[in-house]
């Protein structure tokens, strides 16, 4: 799997655009990019996923970047129970085995 | 509800003692994934089953070992445990649909050891 780089934590007021960034310089063609959260002690939940168009659903959007090496998500209004960690994870949309790998995640705190 | 099942939601044993530990899928789904997390660690990839047969293996130590049954569910046993298993164990299933791929988590088994 293509290596993601996103930063260790970020801070956000409750009720701005939370706009979490992620590289992935080395993604092939045919990798998508998926957002997950993990929520204290939670097992992680999917929120988002796109190849190379942006992409928009009920909990966030997700914005790929022309050349697909960086995406950010956006969560529009975010809230207390947003506070998460954020896992940016690029792999193939195949069921070949292919686990999903998380690395560090962005540790998101939306703050009063 | 995520429609994963794991139990027992905690489970504190002694050190050399062996557990099991269960999950059920979502109802249609073949994956099943075992990942563990340590305090403050990652989430680490162990064992990964599709319709009763292994399929990819991660950083699963020896003493660890699974396995998916015809209805689907698998159970990840833990044999010899040491201090340093004490951990959440999820699992997790997929399934593809619509084009898309995802996996859908379980809220973990914590396991403590003493």
């Known amino acids: 799997d293509a290596k993601t780089t996103q930063p260790p934590s970020m801070d956000c007021a409750e009720g701005r655009a939370a706009n979490l960034p992620c590289n992935h310089s080395?993604?092939?063609?045919?990798?998508?990019v998926y957002w997950y959260r993990q929520i204290h002690s939670q097992g992680p939940q999917y929120i988002i996923h796109?190849?190379?168009n942006n992409e928009t659903n009920e909990m966030a959007s997700l914005i790929i970047t022309e050349d697909r090496k960086s995406s950010t998500l956006i969560l529009p209004h975010a809230t207390l129970r947003d506070t998460a960690v954020y896992y940016c994870?690029?792999?193939?949309?195949?069921?070949?085995?292919?686990?999903?790998?998380f690395g560090g995640g962005t540790r998101l705190m939306v703050k009063p | 509800d995520s429609g994963v099942t794991q139990t027992p939601k905690h489970l504190i044993t002694a050190t050399g003692q062996r557990v099991t530990l269960r999950c059920s899928p979502r109802?249609?789904?073949?994956?099943v994934y075992w990942y563990q997390q340590s305090l403050d660690q990652g989430l680490q990839f162990l064992i990964q089953?599709?319709?009763?047969?292994?399929?990819a293996k991660g950083n699963i130590l020896e003493r660890f070992s699974a396995q998916q049954f015809p209805d689907l569910h698998s159970e990840l046993n833990l044999s010899s445990l040491e201090l340093g298993d004490s951990a959440l164990y999820f699992c997790?299933?997929?399934?593809?649909?619509?084009?898309?791929?995802?996996?859908?988590f379980g809220s973990g088994t914590r396991l403590t050891v003493v």
């Open positions: 997790a299933s997929s399934a593809q649909g619509q084009g898309f791929f995802t996996y859908t």
């Open positions: 109802s249609g789904d073949l994956s």
């Open positions: 994870i690029v792999r193939p949309n195949n069921n070949a085995g292919n686990m999903l790998t």
């Open positions: 080395t993604i092939s063609g045919n990798e998508y």
């Open positions: 089953y599709y319709n009763g047969e292994e399929r």
């Open positions: 796109g190849l190379k």
